[in-house]
């Protein structure tokens, strides 16, 4: 499944070579991305990475076999001290003590979002693989892997290999715009090269690891890329910037077009996808620093004597000096206790605490940091209040704006809601998707800080609740933008995202609005997540609101994809119309809105339910269409339903077929009234608050 470049120096593949590769590498692999294995010989002493055509490799100095056998022990004695060696910090380099061909010299690399037992383990897995891979007399190798990377050679003059053991893996799936997609691509890969080598400054740990993303297509389901960069960090800045900028362009030259890929040679290398396959957590910057110093090149690594398990082999550690480790170790260690203490002494027992918090991911943010932000929580900072506790607005000392929630110390519910919602929030990433930027957990206060959206939430734009009516500024143009922003969510979440997720509480007060108006969902405390092509479950009581949840669900618990779909159907004719269909402020005879909607289909008279504020200036056709898919979401039967893909592309063509829809639930009449009562012991609200029940998830 990939394609490793062992040429002397890259060129663009020929047609053929390059129509091989494209065939047998339709997706990155999760397990390991290529092993090269080198040659026996040593390379040039003139070949280095600056060099596009090294010199013929010499004959090894000493190619009897017991030299062979000599180098093939240290090396595998190596191997198995390598992980535990790197665990801790990400990085180590290895080398036994002398001189000579039998000296052998190993590094291991993680990626930069692994924690160090996964480092461990992944390192463990892939010393077994590159071991078993490459034969005894093989005499330098490079192994990629999904989150590690591991070179071996018989020398440490590392960038003599960089044009030696290389290699490139192609996802073949091609992009709308290549153009669009290469110029986002460059300028994506410039900021992150340059983040990449700031993080080996003076005065700090190097880790030369950065990712990142960009939108080159907007608009488009897939249209952000999401770069990875990183090197060794036994090079200095200087040559990790220069490793990393040789083979940005690999991928341009070698397969235009095409929508991401691997490139990667002895001592670095780069990832680009139009899908997250990292801790996207990870792509805020770092802080400002000075422009990159031209930094000397580290002297090659000095031996430590120390004993072996088998007392044979002195291992050498180019990682950090021992003492500055320890130091810090111990700083971190007394911090960490201290902070144990206090918050043993100020916060009530919880049994669940450790399993509650451990799982968080996302940025730290301080509790003062917080209150300075919202001016500590200020009544005019607020933003919004629910069952989960309130919303308010704030401000960081950079000047960003955003939304802090603070959960309700009170409620435990809410807190189980946070729960669920941080994991998720740390998994998905989309245009239409609210952002997580981070959390807080300190002095009992729970606190969540996303993105601040402007304009606040679809109903009090659309809907007439007592606040300052905005509605006059959403014409046709916003709400059909809308709609289709809305539904290009809901496939991220059922069919892009790398677990199929159902809201389960899709409604006008979860989707929030930018600054550009564009539709964000939001509030995934009672989402389900599945893994696999599973996309369906039952639980014994329903949670979401009033109105908006599909029949199925709200009778017998059935959850699936076609209950957010259902939801979506309900928003979208609310959309097209300006009503609520769950308002409790309607007329008890009055029907509900789908059977309203429903009859007036019929009719043949649908322009009747038309917001009266768009007057005539919109498409008849287009809202036709809407109305349409709208009906066809709503229909009572489950399998009837039209999945989240085949909305978005009916909403993005006007040329393809729609089916005739069959009655929506709660028809003939049925009144708000009517439909609460239907429902009965459904644990649902009638006033938009979500009201939950938390069984087994």
């Given at each position: 499944m990939q394609q490793s470049l062992n040429a002397k120096h890259f060129s663009p593949a020929p047609p053929l070579v390059l129509l091989l590769l494209l065939l047998a590498a339709a997706s990155i692999p999760a397990s390991h991305a290529g092993v090269n294995c080198g040659s026996s010989s040593q390379p040039s002493p003139a070949a280095s990475a600056s060099s596009p055509s090294p010199s013929p490799a010499p004959a090894p100095t000493n190619s009897n076999s017991s030299s062979s056998s000599a180098f093939r022990t240290n090396l595998l004695t190596l191997l198995d001290a390598l992980p535990r060696a790197a665990a801790a910090t990400g990085f180590a380099s290895l080398s036994t003590p002398g001189t000579g061909p039998d000296r052998a010299f190993v590094r291991g690399l993680c990626r930069g979002d692994s924690t160090p037992s996964e480092c461990l383990s992944n390192l463990q897995s892939a010393a077994r693989d590159i071991a078993g891979r490459c034969p005894s007399s093989s005499r330098s190798a490079g192994g990629w892997y999904e989150k590690c990377y591991i070179t071996y050679a018989d020398t440490n003059d590392t960038a003599a290999y960089e044009q030696l053991i290389r290699a490139l893996v192609v996802d073949a799936r091609r992009v709308?715009?290549?153009?669009?997609?290469?110029e986002t691509y460059y300028a994506l890969m410039d900021r992150l090269v340059a983040r990449a080598a700031s993080t080996g400054g003076n005065g700090s740990a190097r880790t030369f690891f950065a990712t990142g993303e960009a939108e080159y297509a907007r608009g488009e389901p897939d249209g952000t890329m999401y770069g990875l960069v990183q090197c060794m960090r036994d090079r200095s800045a200087v040559e990790c910037q220069r490793c990393l900028r040789a083979i940005v362009p690999w991928l341009p030259l070698c397969c235009r077009g095409q929508s991401g890929g691997v490139a990667q040679n002895f001592n670095c290398h780069l990832r680009i996808q139009i899908y997250t396959y990292y801790d996207v957590a990870l792509d805020a910057p770092p802080p400002a620093s000075p422009s990159l110093p031209e930094l000397p090149s580290p002297s090659p690594a000095g031996d430590r004597q120390g004993k072996r398990?088998?007392?044979?082999?002195?291992?050498t550690a180019t990682l950090l000096p021992v003492g500055t480790l320890l130091f810090l170790a111990a700083v971190l260690v007394c911090v960490y206790l201290q902070r144990r203490r206090v918050k043993a002494n100020t916060e009530p027992r919880d049994d669940t605490r450790d399993e509650d918090t451990t799982y968080v991911h996302p940025e730290q943010f301080t509790l003062p940091l917080l209150r300075a932000a919202t001016g500590n929580f200020a009544a005019e900072n607020k933003l919004g209040e629910g069952g989960f506790g309130q919303v308010f607005k704030g401000k960081l000392p950079d000047g960003q704006a955003i939304a802090v929630k603070r959960l309700s110390k009170s409620s435990s519910q809410g807190f189980h809601e946070l729960k669920n919602e941080l994991v998720l929030a740390a998994k998905l990433r989309h245009r239409n998707l609210v952002h997580l930027l981070g959390v807080c957990l300190e002095e009992q206060e729970k606190l969540v800080v996303y993105e601040y959206l402007p304009n606040r939430s679809l109903d009090t734009v659309l809907f007439d609740n007592g606040r300052r009516r905005r509605r006059h500024g959403l014409d046709w143009g916003k709400r059909h933008a809308i709609i289709r922003g809305i539904a290009r969510g809901l496939q991220y979440?059922?069919?892009?995202?790398?677990?199929r997720v159902i809201h389960r509480d899709l409604k006008p007060s979860n989707v929030l609005l930018d600054e550009s108006m564009n539709p964000k969902i939001s509030d995934f405390g009672l989402a389900r997540a599945f893994r696999g092509d599973q996309s369906r479950d039952v639980t014994r009581r329903a949670a979401g609101t009033l109105g908006y949840m599909a029949p199925e669900y709200a009778y017998c618990g059935h959850v699936s994809t076609k209950s957010d779909i259902f939801s979506f159907g309900v928003i979208l004719l609310e959309i097209v119309t300006g009503r609520r269909n769950n308002s409790p402020s309607q007329d008890t005879n009055t029907k509900n809105l789908l059977s309203d909607v429903w009859e007036k289909w019929?009719?043949?008279?649908?322009?009747?339910?038309?917001?009266?504020?768009?007057?005539?200036l919109y498409p008849r056709a287009e809202m036709l269409r809407c109305v349409h898919v709208g009906l066809l979401c709503v229909q009572k039967e489950p399998a009837l339903r039209p999945d989240a893909s085949e909305v978005v592309l009916i909403l993005h063509s006007q040329s393809t077929s729609l089916q005739v829809p069959s009655r929506p639930a709660f028809y003939s009449g049925t009144t708000v009234s009517g439909v609460a009562s239907r429902v009965g012991t459904a644990n649902v609200s009638v006033n938009g608050v979500t009201m939950s029940e938390f069984e087994g998830r």
């Open positions: 709308s715009d290549p153009d669009g997609y290469e398990r088998s007392g044979h082999v002195i291992l979440l059922h069919v892009d995202s790398r677990l019929r009719a043949g008279s649908v322009a009747e339910i038309a917001d009266a504020s768009l007057g005539d």
